[in-house]
């Protein structure tokens, strides 16, 4: 019998699918609920005539490793030190720009050998190694409570899976930032009531094909391939003159959307989306009163690229 606790651990490699050996005293990241395991096998029929009813079982071909999670984004609490979430921001194919004693920026980029990390994820007693991860990340954002970032990892299979003692957790010191005095502005309006905000990266996780691999069958990594970003919030409907959706719409009007809460330095986290097409425009309702739902897509730059969003730490 087994009480159910878990505990991530996420570190840098430096060599992709090299065990970094990530460390209980600075590599932890605070987990919600309970993140899900799944070993990702593909099986190979075998339909051999046979002389006889039945047939032989399926060749098993290992896939992939993939944990799935929400955790929370918190800041490191100095400004201009990375966050430990810094480094999932990373296997998501964000460049990381440090400004010393400033800030800590993330950027999307578009290369296809990126960073990735290695995981250690206890489900009990029992320890998972996962190696050669790269991420999706999807940034969730309700008023007046934690950020949160729900997480997709694919990495390699045939990582070790053994009986461990369950570590003594070692958290960050650092608070999650709550989402209020968001100073949220869409489309250069500030006035707007915005509840709730959602980003996917829209990450496109694939597989690297390579019959030279030696850990899992046929594929030698897992790599970003493209990316389709995508956001949604909800604000209370507006008067026209202040917003009117239905012309941003179509017209295709690119629009730009940011939150920068307030706070003390080093617990700041800031957001911004850049040209956004809206979707079609809806109504709904909350708490009786009407809102837009509303969302769209970052237009990518022809002359820039990589510059649909980017998060900054201060």
């Given at each position: 019998m087994d009480l159910k606790r878990y505990a991530v651990l996420v570190k840098q490699e430096v060599t992709y699918g090299t065990d970094p050996t990530p460390a209980i005293s600075a590599d932890e990241i605070i987990f919600h609920g309970e993140p899900s395991f799944d070993c990702v096998t593909k099986p190979f029929e075998r339909p051999?005539?046979?002389?006889?009813?039945?047939?032989?079982?399926?060749?098993?071909?290992?896939?992939?490793y993939k944990l799935n999670g929400k955790c929370e984004l918190t800041p490191s609490g100095v400004a201009g030190t990375p966050p430990r979430i810094?480094?999932?921001?990373?296997?998501?194919?964000?460049?990381?720009?440090?400004?010393?004693?400033?800030?800590?920026?993330?950027?999307?980029?578009?290369?296809?050998?990126?960073?990735?990390?290695?995981?250690?994820?206890?489900?009990?007693?029992?320890?998972?190694?996962?190696?050669?991860?790269?991420?999706?990340?999807?940034?969730?954002?309700?008023?007046?409570?934690?950020?949160?970032?729900?997480?997709?990892?694919?990495?390699?299979?045939?990582?070790?899976?053994?009986?461990?003692?369950?570590?003594?957790l070692v958290l960050e010191s650092a608070s999650p930032m709550i989402w209020t005095a968001a100073n949220f502005k869409f489309n250069a309006v500030t006035t707007l009531i915005c509840s709730k905000l959602d980003f996917d990266f829209g990450n496109v996780i694939t597989a690297r094909k390579d019959a030279n691999a030696t850990v899992t069958p046929g594929i030698s990594r897992y790599y970003i391939s493209d990316r389709a970003p995508k956001v949604s919030f909800d604000i209370e409907k507006e008067d026209l003159s202040t917003l009117n959706p239905w012309t941003l719409h179509t017209a295709q009007t690119l629009c730009?959307?940011?939150?920068?809460?307030?706070?003390?330095?080093?617990?700041?986290?800031?957001?911004?989306?850049?040209?956004?097409?809206?979707?079609?425009?809806?109504?709904?309702?909350?708490?009786?009163?009407?809102?837009?739902?509303?969302?769209?897509?970052?237009?990518?730059?022809?002359?820039?690229?990589?510059?649909?969003?980017?998060?900054?730490?201060?």
């Open positions: 051999v005539a046979l002389g006889y009813f039945g047939k032989l079982p399926a060749l098993i071909i290992g896939e992939a810094g480094r999932i921001l990373r296997a998501a194919n964000c460049t990381e720009t440090i400004s010393a004693g400033v800030s800590v920026g993330y950027t999307p980029h578009s290369t296809f050998l990126g960073d990735s990390v290695a995981i250690y994820f206890w489900a009990g007693g029992t320890k998972h190694i996962l190696l050669g991860c790269v991420a999706n990340v999807k940034w969730a954002k309700i008023a007046g409570e934690p950020i949160m970032l729900d997480v997709e990892f694919t990495g390699l299979y045939g990582g070790t899976i053994a009986d461990a003692a369950f570590p003594t730009d959307l940011e939150t920068k809460p307030t706070g003390s330095a080093g617990s700041k986290i800031e957001l911004l989306i850049n040209d956004i097409t809206l979707d079609a425009p809806k109504y709904g309702q909350d708490s009786n009163k009407l809102t837009w739902p509303l969302s769209g897509a970052p237009k990518v730059s022809l002359t820039t690229g990589n510059a649909a969003f980017s998060i900054t730490f201060k």
